[in-house]
């Protein structure tokens, strides 16, 4: 009978290292470093073919340096398995080189310490996640466009603060716009009227770039996420977000329980002898958390199911934070949900029988 083998594999930017080990027995059977390209891609998963059958690669970075790769392997039939970076602690006790990352990638796949399914980026959520990369500088160049724009009015000759003194922030910016200045630089005066006319320009434009990113992203939202949209308080925007943490494939996910943990929304255990209580979680994506939070934000103060539950958990000494949490545990699970009303049933990776020679 054809022995088992559990792939693993090192991810790096140009190369990547793969190691191959026994299914059954754990023994090391090779590692061998491949480019990172669709001809490498080709040729590490024949050679991982010619140890034997493939029950699992287990690999870092699927999201990054492996997102190619990881796509590669499922393509051709392997089941991929995520596998977190080793602590400080194993790599000070192990050391650190490709091969022992790599066969230890293999090892927890082996040992099944590793056993969650990466996202596999080939539909629309992937389309979204990557308009929504450049929607995020967008914003984020606007904001800052904005703030220097006030940072130079704190500075400039007072003719200029007291023209633009009061604006709202869209009339600041068509006056800005509509700014002169002489042909004199060295006063500063027409400097800083040459820089906000500048800095106004460029938010006009970050401006449309932002709406036409937005009219791109708002139906492949809603078509890949009708369900979710229908919830109260959530948006395009919101929606898009929590999309981009479950990924194509949401159904790698086991359990609502398990996606409130991916988006920190589980609360962890935090009691001791009499003391019966539970701390906030400050791991998982902590953009997936934000967007629970705005919804929570929305559903106080405009829902009144969600009004009336704060007014009776404040009756009963719950502070605002706590009233928060449970309300964030709450939506990821009508989230979930959602997010499942469209996909299969979940599949996880089981570990490979035992075989015999």
Partial sequence: ???????????????????????????QLGDREFPATAAGYRALAAWLAGFGEVAAVGMEGTGAYGAGLARHLAEVGLAVVEVDRPDRKVRRVKG???????????????????TGSPKSRTGAVEAIR????????????RTQAMNQIRMVLVTAPAP??????????AALIRTL????????LQMPLNAAKFSLRALARRYQLLDVEIDELDAQIAPLVAAAAPVLLDLFGVGPEVAGQLLITAGDNPERMRSEAAFARLA??????ASSGRTQRHRLSRGGDRQANHALHRIALVRMRYHEPTRAYVTRRTSEG?????????????????????LMAHSPAPTPYREPATTTA
């Avoid at 200029?160 to 922030?169: I, N, S």
């Avoid at 920190?264 to 255990?269: I, N, R, S």
Wanted: proline fraction near 5%; charge should be positive; aromatic fraction near 2%.
């Fill in 318 to 338: 719950l502070s605002k934070m706590e009233i928060l949490r449970c309300l964030k545990r709450f939506i990821a699970r009508e989230v979930f949900r959602a």
């Fill in 160 to 169: 200029l603060r007291e023209q633009v003194a009061g604006l709202p922030k």
């Fill in 1 to 27: 009978m054809t022995q088992q083998v559990i792939g693993g594999v090192d991810t790096h930017g140009l190369t990547h290292h793969a190691a191959v080990i026994d299914a059954v027995l754990g023994r």
């Fill in 96 to 114: 650190k080189t490709d091969p022992i990352d790599a066969y230890a990638a293999a090892a927890a796949v082996a040992s099944g310490r590793a």
């Fill in 130 to 141: 990557m308009l929504r990369v450049a929607r995020s500088s967008a914003v984020k160049a």
């Fill in 177 to 184: 716009v509509r700014l002169r200045p002489a042909a004199d």
């Fill in 264 to 269: 920190g929304a589980a609360p962890l255990p």
